[in-house]
């Protein structure tokens, strides 16, 4: 019995030292995939893909106020912009009001930022905005013909997606023509009887245009509320 006890206390010991080791790795593996999980959301967030929330209604019926939206990063820089695609850009000049830095409590800021460092939050999205994309460089493009159609290079365009004030029959309540130059967009959006778009910003720097290296990329799809999840359309086919 004497024997027998300190190997009893020796097996207990090691037993307890064994669930120690354990409990360690595990905690290490655990703080191993998190820290990969929120480097690789990083690296997604900063080359990829991001989240943006709609600050407005401009982009009405597209998209409504406080709708999220993933956006692809990869336009313009690896596949081009097309007409039609719905990109969001950063401010090119005097569009935005500014906005003085809103108090937050702590807390809650905290959260922000790190759903923000991951591609989860858009602290930022009132710093940008979202247009759909009518003119490309070179483009001509011009409105309204006869019948209220906006018109590129001088061919009608019959764009499903406008809201058109009752009464008018007109996708813009302003006549504009004009030629987009190299590395620039000209961009309109959805809602245009409520958009301060690039029609009413010829006046300042860079006349109404948007450039290419202002564009943070293609919006492809909400994700929040749950009930408007869709894919986003460029409406291929009306510029074809």
């Known amino acids: ?38 480097l690789i959301s990083f690296l997604v ?24 939206v993933i956006v692809n990063q990869l336009t313009p820089d690896l596949t081009p912009v097309q007409r039609g695609d719905v990109v969001v850009f950063k401010d090119p000049g005097g569009w935005l009001d500014p906005r003085p830095p809103e108090p937050q409590n702590p807390v809650i800021a905290a959260f922000d930022w790190f759903f923000s460092f991951v591609g989860l939050s858009a602290p930022d999205s009132n710093d940008h905005l979202i247009k759909r994309a009518i003119g490309l460089p070179g483009d001509v493009v011009a409105c309204c013909n006869e019948f209220g159609e906006l018109t590129i290079n001088g061919n009608p365009v019959d764009e499903p997606y406008v809201v058109v004030r009752s009464g008018t029959g007109r996708v813009s309540e302003t006549d504009f023509a004009v030629t987009v130059p190299q590395d620039s967009l000209w961009v309109l959006g959805d809602n245009r009887y409520a958009s301060a778009d690039s029609r009413f910003h010829t006046d300042k720097p860079g006349g109404g245009f948007v450039p290419y290296e202002n564009v943070v990329g293609r919006a492809i799809l909400i994700t929040w509320p749950i009930d408007r999840w869709s894919w986003l359309d460029n409406h291929e086919f009306t510029f074809r």
């Open 45 to 68: 967030k900063t080359f990829l893909v991001r989240s943006f929330y709609i600050p407005s209604e401009s982009m009405m019926d597209t998209l409504h106020r406080d709708d999220r």
């Open 1 to 38: 019995m004497d024997d027998a006890q300190p190997t009893r206390v020796a097996s207990v010991v090691a037993e307890r030292q064994s669930q120690g080791k354990s409990v360690k790795v595990f905690v290490r593996d655990v703080l191993v995939i998190l820290l990969a999980a929120i």
